[in-house]
T-cell receptor
Framework: KQEVTQIPAALSVPEGENLVLNCSFTDSAIYNLQWFRQDPGKGLTSLLLIQSSQREQTSGRLNASLDKSSGRSTLYIAASQPGDSATYLCAVIGPSSGTYKYIFGTGTRLKVLA | GAGVSQSPSNKVTEKGKDVELRCDPISGHTALYWYRQRLGQGLEFLIYFQGNSAPDKSGLPSDRFSAERTGESVSTLTIQRTQQEDSAVYLC????????????FGPGTRLLVL
C-alpha cells in the first residue's frame, strides 16, 4: 500500500530565504509525482508534474526533483515571498493505487514572513 | 478556458439530512475524481469515473455515499443521512484520460454537518 509522508508539517521562514520541502513515498513504482499548492478556501493548484522517467522539473522559482529508487521528492523554492504562503501537497499515482487515483501526503504548511 | 467548477462552495446542514454536491469538469475530460479532505488530514480518494461509469468506488466511506455522472460531464456526489464526521472539503478533479494525465482540481465544497 502506497503511503506518502511530507516533512516538515509546518514551516515559517523570513522573506527571501531559499527552502526545501520534502516528500517520501513507500512504493517506488509510480507513474508520476505532482506537487500542488492549496490556498485557504480554494482548490488545489498544480505546480509541477514529474513523470517517472524524469529527475526534475523547473518552473520559475520552483524546482522539484524526483529520486524514484529512494522514494523521495523535494520541492525547492528560491527567494521565498509572502505570496508563497500556502499548504504544499505532494501526490503520487501508480499501479499500487489503481493507476488513476492520487495518494496525497498530509502537506507542509508554509508561512513566509514579510 | 473554464476550469473545474463545484457547487455549492459552502454547505451547512443538520445531522440526518441529505446533501448533493455538484462537479462540472473541464469540457472533454473523460475522467472525473472525487476526493475528501477532513480537517487536519490529507486528501482521500472517494470515487473515479471513466465516462459515465465508475470502475472504482472503493473510497466511498459508507453506503450513505453515492455518486453518479451523466453525459460524460456533470457529476453529483450524494450523502444521505449526514453525520458530523462527514464534515470536510469535498474536491472534484478531472483529467483527459487516466494514469499519467494531470488532474485539474476544482475549488471544493466545504460541508459542515451540525
Amino acid at each position: 500500500k502506497q503511503e506518502v509522508t511530507q516533512i516538515p508539517a509546518a514551516l515559517s521562514v523570513p522573506e527571501g530565504e531559499n527552502l526545501v520541502l520534502n516528500c517520501s513515498f513507500t512504493d517506488s513504482a509510480i507513474y508520476n509525482l505532482q506537487w500542488f499548492r492549496q490556498d485557504p478556501g480554494k482548490g488545489l493548484t498544480s505546480l509541477l508534474l514529474i513523470q517517472s522517467s524524469q529527475r526534475e522539473q523547473t518552473s520559475g522559482r520552483l524546482n522539484a526533483s524526483l529520486d524514484k529508487s529512494s522514494g523521495r521528492s523535494t520541492l525547492y523554492i528560491a527567494a521565498s515571498q509572502p505570496g508563497d504562503s500556502a499548504t504544499y501537497l505532494c501526490a503520487v499515482i501508480g499501479p499500487s493505487s489503481g493507476t488513476y487515483k492520487y495518494i496525497f501526503g498530509t502537506g507542509t504548511r508554509l508561512k513566509v514572513l514579510a | 478556458g473554464a476550469g473545474v467548477s463545484q457547487s455549492p462552495s459552502n454547505k451547512v446542514t443538520e445531522k440526518g439530512k441529505d446533501v448533493e454536491l455538484r462537479c462540472d469538469p473541464i469540457s472533454g475530460h473523460t475522467a472525473l475524481y472525487w476526493y475528501r479532505q477532513r480537517l487536519g488530514q490529507g486528501l482521500e480518494f472517494l470515487i473515479y469515473f471513466q465516462g459515465n461509469s465508475a470502475p472504482d468506488k472503493s473510497g466511498l466511506p459508507s453506503d450513505r455515499f453515492s455518486a453518479e455522472r451523466t453525459g460524460e460531464s456533470v457529476s453529483t456526489l450524494t450523502i444521505q443521512r449526514t453525520q458530523q464526521e462527514d464534515s470536510a472539503v469535498y474536491l472534484c478533479a478531472s483529467s483527459q484520460g487516466q494514469g499519467e494525465e494531470t488532474q485539474y482540481f476544482g475549488p471544493g465544497t466545504r460541508l459542515l454537518v451540525l
